[in-house]
C-alpha cells in the first residue's frame, strides 16, 4: 500500500494526441501483424479492419486523456502511482468498450456480458503490454534526463576545481587531479587504483592509502558515489549504464573497463539520479 501512495515519478506526457495515435499504431500492428483471436480467419481486408480498431483506440484515448485525466491531473495534487494505475484501468475499460461495439457491428455479432468480458479480457492483456513497453520507455527516458542534468549541472560547477588523494607512504606522492577528470578509484589489497584522465586519455595511478579513506577525503562532492565495496565512481563521466535491479555496469569516459554496481547500492544510485 506503501509503494500505491507514492508520488507518481515521471513527468505527465506532454502530448495526450500524440500518445493517442501511438497506442492505436500498436493495436493495428498486434492485430494486422499477429492475427490474434482468430482475426486470421476474418475473411476481408484485415489490414482495413485492425486501422478500424486503432483508430477507435486512438479517438477513445484521446477522449478520455482530454474529458477525464486533464482535469484529474489538474486538480488532484500530488499525482501518486494508485491515481495513475486507476487511470490506466479506467482507460482500458473505455477502450474496450469502444472496440467490442466496433466488434460486434463488424462481424454481427450479439452485444452480451459474457461477450464483453471476454473481449475486456482480452484488451487488458494488450493494454498491460503496451503499458508496460510505455512505462519502461518513460523511466529510462527520465533517468537519463536525470543523469544528464546531474552531470551538465555538477560538470559546469566543478571545471576549476582540484582534489588530492593523499599517499600514506612516508615517501609517497599525493595526487592531485581536476575532479572532473577523475573517473574511478578501484580498492588493491593495500593501495587503490585512481583511474583519471590524464591529455585526454585514461590512466591509472597508484595510491598508498584505502577505499574508505578517499571516500572520506571526498565527501564534500556530491558526485562521487560509492557504487561497490571496492569502487568509487565520479558520476559526472558516466557515459552509459546497463543493467536492472540485480545490478549496474557503468561506462566512465573513454575508460574500456566496466564498473560494477552491485545490487545492494541499485538503489542508492536511483535516488542519487532522482
Not at 566543478?158 to 580498492?187: C, F
Request: hydrophobic letters at 45%.
Amino acid at each position: 500500500m506503501s509503494f500505491l501512495t507514492r508520488t507518481y515519478p515521471f513527468k505527465k506526457s506532454r502530448s495526450w494526441l500524440r500518445d493517442s495515435i501511438v497506442y492505436g499504431v500498436f493495436v493495428w500492428a498486434i492485430l494486422f501483424l499477429l492475427q490474434p483471436f482468430g482475426f486470421s480467419m476474418y475473411q476481408g481486408s484485415k489490414c482495413l479492419v485492425a486501422a478500424l480498431f486503432g483508430l477507435v483506440t486512438t479517438g477513445c484515448y484521446a477522449l478520455y486523456a482530454w474529458a477525464v485525466v486533464e482535469p484529474l491531473y489538474a486538480r488532484v495534487k500530488p499525482w501518486r502511482i494508485w491515481h495513475q494505475a486507476s487511470a490506466v484501468l479506467g482507460l482500458i475499460l473505455f477502450i474496450a468498450i469502444g472496440n467490442f461495439l466496433l466488434f460486434s457491428f463488424v462481424f454481427s455479432y450479439p452485444v452480451t456480458l459474457q461477450l464483453f468480458l471476454i473481449f475486456l479480457y482480452w484488451t487488458l492483456i494488450i493494454g498491460v503490454i503496451i503499458t508496460a513497453l510505455t512505462v519502461g520507455f518513460e523511466y529510462n527516458l527520465s533517468l537519463r534526463e536525470r543523469m544528464e542534468a546531474l552531470l551538465s549541472n555538477t560538470t559546469e560547477e566543478q571545471k576549476d576545481i582540484t582534489i588530492t588523494i593523499h599517499d600514506n607512504n612516508v615517501r609517497g606522492n599525493d595526487l592531485t587531479i581536476p575532479i572532473n577528470s577523475l573517473l574511478y578509484v578501484e580498492a588493491q589489497k593495500n593501495n587503490v587504483s585512481v583511474c583519471h584522465t590524464k591529455d585526454g586519455k585514461p590512466t591509472a595511478t597508484e595510491v598508498h592509502t584505502t577505499l574508505t579513506a578517499v571516500i572520506d577525503e571526498l565527501k564534500d562532492y556530491e558526485n562521487i558515489f560509492q557504487c561497490h565495496r571496492s569502487f568509487v565512481v565520479n558520476v559526472n563521466n558516466i557515459t552509459s549504464a546497463k543493467g536492472n535491479s540485480n545490478g549496474y555496469q557503468l561506462t566512465l569516459g573513454t575508460c574500456p573497463a566496466s564498473i560494477p554496481v552491485s545490487r545492494s547500492y541499485v538503489p542508492r544510485l536511483k535516488s542519487f539520479i532522482a
